[in-house]
């Protein structure tokens, strides 16, 4: 598994991105992806979960509601949108793919990390 995230920018309150995760092995069809990130000065937060078909997702309670994570397994790409950004949603996002094919909030639960893609999101 190796992962790539992209798609991050300078957003204004209130406006969406989405990130894109992408395996380029093509090896994580069957894992379960999540998306975590890091704040200035704050330690790496759980965002949101995706089993390996889609079927579970679970979210932090700051996203519920306003971000989406979904994956394409034949494009073999996990996607997070992102709606009515706030400025405390800034912060470096990362992609990682689970040890299983279900995971949850826990970081451990993760073996494989892209690079991280920052968004910044003014007020």
């Known amino acids: 598994v190796q992962l790539q995230a992209f798609g991050g920018g300078l957003v204004q309150a209130g406006d969406s991105l989405r990130l894109s995760c992408v395996d380029s092995r093509r090896t994580f069809s069957n894992n379960a992806v999540g998306w975590f990130r890091q704040a200035p000065g704050k330690d790496r937060e759980f965002v949101a979960t995706?089993?390996?078909?889609?079927?579970?997702?679970r979210y932090t309670d700051s996203v519920e509601g306003r971000f989406t994570i979904s994956r394409d397994r034949v494009k073999n790409s996990v996607y997070l949108q992102m709606n009515s950004l706030r400025p405390e949603d800034t912060a470096v996002y990362y992609c990682?793919?689970?040890?299983?094919?279900?995971?949850?909030?826990?970081?451990?639960?993760?073996?494989?990390w892209g690079q991280g893609t920052l968004v910044t999101v003014s007020s």
């Open positions: 995706i089993s390996w078909n889609g079927g579970n997702t």
């Open positions: 990682a793919a689970g040890r299983r094919s279900i995971a949850g909030v826990a970081a451990a639960e993760y073996a494989y």
